[in-house]
Each structure stands twice: as structure tokens, then as C-alpha cells.
């Protein structure tokens, strides 16, 4: 550390012995607090049930991505699970923006918590809570990086893990029930792939480890209608598909007709658009990232330029 700060040339750790939050910064109980030392009690529902939910929204080029969308879909898991923040809609765009200005960040991942909050000593009802609320903001983070993204990543569809039944764990609501996911990703590992889709178990597909899913099927662009998180990449790439007059489907994705696919791309807040061009270790299409994917993703990053999706951070 000493050795790097006495250096010339501008490294991370320099920078970070400037401004203690470039790293990342989070919002804990009122207090600002450099990521690395951010803590949570330990007795929190959020950790010790997964009771809880969660948002992520991306600054990209100094400017929150759709951060009403993000917001209103906090607001509606909210609701699902029956929990209310202890932190308003305005405290918490303060919070976010005053978060990243902090770090610095011109392209970050900005991470938004509502949790049940650390119950009375041993009440068990849910009705009791005492909700907590949590931000932070880390530097921007690719679930396939953008070099990757250029010739496709590798995809298996998960034979022994399925997508958690939506009617005991509703997806839509964002939440840190990774169990199936995570076990999903070591199958895809163990099978020499580097990314699994979860299927329903009843041979439709659902979605992945922080991504949905989409195939261009005969020319019509699927993506599954219930299952799944509603993302807002997902959500993005609708509208730019019906926009561009494209064949759209938001419906049941069989896993045969994904086989049939020409096309399939993950999306996510964590790295946009990204083209998936091995299948179970054969390749899709010709094997490269297909001209309506690539389209679709430069369209999308484009957005990120459109002030009507866009707002900036104030980092004076
Ligand atoms: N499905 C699941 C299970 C997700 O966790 C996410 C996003 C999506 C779909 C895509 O939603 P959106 O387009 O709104 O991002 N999850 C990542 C956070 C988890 C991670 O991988 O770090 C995100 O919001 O970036």
C-alpha cells in the first residue's frame, strides 16, 4: 500500500487513498461508510431468513439507467411480501445519488435493500418487524464481460436444478434466495459451461443467475411471461423490439424451441444484452453473437445517451 501510494502512476490503490468511498460506498443506519467496512447486524431478517427484498439499478456514464422503473418495482415487491421502508421514496433517491456522488463512480452498480429488520428478542411473526433499510453503490459489474459479449458466452440448460416454484418463492419480488440459482451454476461449471438457464422443471425455460432469457425462434423473439423476474433489461428490450417492428413474444419459452433458437441473449442491469452463442456445447446459429442480438444491443446502450431514460449525478 505504502509502495503503491508513493508511486507516480495512478493506480486503484492510490486513488482509493484519496477518497476513502471509491471503492464503493454504502448507507448504513444514517451513515455513510466506505464498502469495505459496511456491516449488518447479524440478527437482521434479511440475513438470517432472506426476508427481504431488493433493487439494482445502474449508473452508466455519470446518469442513473430508468431509476423510476427500478423504483417502482422495489416499491411493488414491497407490497408483495408486506414490507414497508422505514426510508421514503424521496430519502431514498437522495441516498442513491448522494451514494454514488461519494464514490465517484461514473458506471456503478447501485444496490437498494429493504429487509424485516432485527426482530424483538425471540418474536418470530413477520408482523413485528422492524424493517431496515440499505444502499450502496460498487463499481459497475458484468455478469459476461463486454470482450466476452463480442463473440458470445457459454450456456448449459440445468438438467438437476430447477427454478424455485414461483408459488413458494414469487421472483418477481427481487430477492436473495439464490439457493437454485447458485446450484445452477455450479452444474453449468461441472458440464463446461459458464452460465445455466433454470427451467421450471416442466420443460419451460425460466432465467438465470441474475439474467432473462430470450430466443429468436422462426423469426418471432421470445422471452418467458411468468417465472421469472420482470427486469428492466428485459423490459428495455420489449420496447426496442417492438419499436423496431420485430416479431415478439412474451409468452411460454419451451426448452425445445430454445434448442431451435437462432439467437438467445441474457439480459441484466449487470452487463445489458448478452449474446450466448454455445448451447450444452454446440453452437447457436453460426455460432456468433446473430445480427438482431447485436442489434438490439447497441440500441440498448444507445438509451443510455437519452435524457428521457437518463439522470444524472451531480459530482461537484
Ligand atoms: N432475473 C434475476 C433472478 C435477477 O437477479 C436479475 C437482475 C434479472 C433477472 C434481470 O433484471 P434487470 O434487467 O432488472 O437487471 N439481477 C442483477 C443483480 C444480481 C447480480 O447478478 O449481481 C441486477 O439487477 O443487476
Known sequence: ???????????????????????????????????????????????????????????????????????????????????????????????????????????????????????????????????????????????????????????????????????????RVKNFHWGDLVRGLFEAYDRGGWLPILTDGRGLIAEGPGFNVFALVDGRLMTPRAGVLEGITRKTVIELAREAGLSMSVGDLPVASLYRATEVFFTSTAGGVMPVTMLDGKPVGDGRPGPVTMNLRSRYWDLHRDPRYNLPVDYS
Open 1 to 171: 500500500m505504502t509502495a503503491s501510494r508513493s508511486t507516480s502512476t495512478p493506480t486503484r490503490s492510490t486513488a482509493s487513498a484519496e477518497n476513502p468511498f471509491a471503492a464503493g460506498c454504502a448507507w448504513i443506519e444514517g451513515e455513510y461508510v466506505p464498502i469495505r467496512e459496511a456491516r449488518i447486524p447479524i440478527l437482521d431478517a434479511g440475513f438470517v431468513r432472506s426476508d427481504l427484498t431488493y433493487d439494482v439499478v445502474g449508473v452508466w456514464e455519470g446518469s442513473f439507467f430508468r431509476l423510476p422503473d427500478h423504483m417502482a418495482r422495489l416499491e411493488a415487491g414491497l407490497r408483495r411480501i408486506r414490507l414497508r421502508s422505514p426510508v421514503s421514496r424521496n430519502q431514498i433517491h437522495e441516498i442513491l445519488f448522494e451514494l454514488v456522488r461519494r464514490s465517484g463512480l461514473r458506471e456503478a452498480y447501485v444496490e437498494t435493500v429493504v429487509t424485516r429488520g432485527v426482530p424483538a428478542p425471540g418474536e418470530r411473526d413477520p408482523r413485528q418487524g422492524d424493517p431496515r433499510f440499505y444502499a450502496y453503490a460498487i463499481p459497475y459489474v458484468w455478469i459476461v464481460r463486454p470482450e466476452q459479449q463480442e463473440v458470445g458466452t457459454q450456456a448449459v440448460v440445468a438438467r438437476e436444478t430447477v427454478r424455485i416454484p414461483p408459488d413458494a418463492v414469487d421472483p
